[in-house]
């Protein structure tokens, strides 16, 4: 009897760390919010006669919103927005002044931001919903705009790139601290392509790098790419 009784609290105590409660299992409205840090590289951001995206921009700090219904404990369909506070690199430029080289982020009294948002939709399947430990794989599309501005002696310079989003690729997993809250790690890979710029400095209101146009249609597109590492935290509202 006393094997019985110590073999029921030994597995007893063993399964509440895999498995939630039963009436813990995701489903309803669910919310979250992540953070990381993003990186940029690939292709040029304005075509051939553009430049690297990770010229302009080194990385950028992501405050990152989900919202979304659990049409099944398995499957997420929500929507997203991301503003992230970008960092320009040293060699990001804007002309201040006619007849006069270019003023660079990497410069003594140059001031520089940005801002990068994104916004769309996305599925997520979610493996192990019933478990504490719950690895889930995110596939989106949405929209992106890059802001940047550069200041100098009271001169001022500002540049937007914004474009389609065909791709939002999400791994992660949540563990679940209390039955309707998890929290994990999560890598995001994004593919996009910039295809409208607003570029307002010295030189003109323009955004091909080789000959001025008159239209705000980048005349030449690249894809580019965003690599996001960070943390998540998501609450099932339906407990």
């Avoid at 989106?140 to 989003?165: H, K, P, R, T, V």
């Avoid at 209101?205 to 080789?210: G, N």
């Avoid at 000959?211 to 099932?236: C, I, K, N, Y």
Wanted: hydrophobic share 45%; aromatic share 12%.
């Amino acid at each position: 009897m006393r094997i019985a009784i110590l073999a029921g609290a030994l597995f007893a105590s063993i399964v509440p760390s895999d498995i939630v409660r039963a009436d813990a299992t995701p489903s309803g409205i669910e919310i979250g919010v992540r953070s990381g840090y993003a990186i940029p590289f690939g292709a040029k951001f304005g075509g051939t006669s553009g430049g690297d995206l990770d010229k302009l921009a080194t990385g950028a700090v992501p405050i990152w919103f989900d919202a979304g219904y659990r049409v099944s404990p398995n499957v997420f369909v929500g929507a997203f927005f991301q503003y992230g506070v970008g960092f320009a690199a040293s060699s990001a430029s804007l002309y201040l002044a006619l007849d006069a080289p270019a003023a660079q982020c990497g410069q003594g009294g140059v001031s520089c931001s940005m801002s990068d948002l994104m916004f769309g939709v996305d599925v997520q399947y979610h493996f192990l919903p019933a478990a504490r430990l719950d690895p889930y794989l995110g596939l989106g599309i949405g929209y992106e705009i890059l802001n940047f501005s550069l200041s100098q002696n009271g001169a001022n310079g500002s540049m937007s790139l914004d474009g389609g989003q065909f791709l939002n690729l999400q791994v992660g997993a949540d563990y679940k601290a209390i039955p309707n809250l998890g929290i994990g790690p999560f890598v995001m890979f994004s593919l996009g392509q910039y295809s409208h710029c607003s570029r307002k400095d010295a030189a003109g209101t323009y955004c091909d790098f080789s000959v001025p146009p008159s239209g705000g249609t980048l005349p030449q597109q690249a894809l580019h790419e965003w690599l996001m590492l960070g943390l998540r935290g998501a609450f099932d509202a339906h407990l």
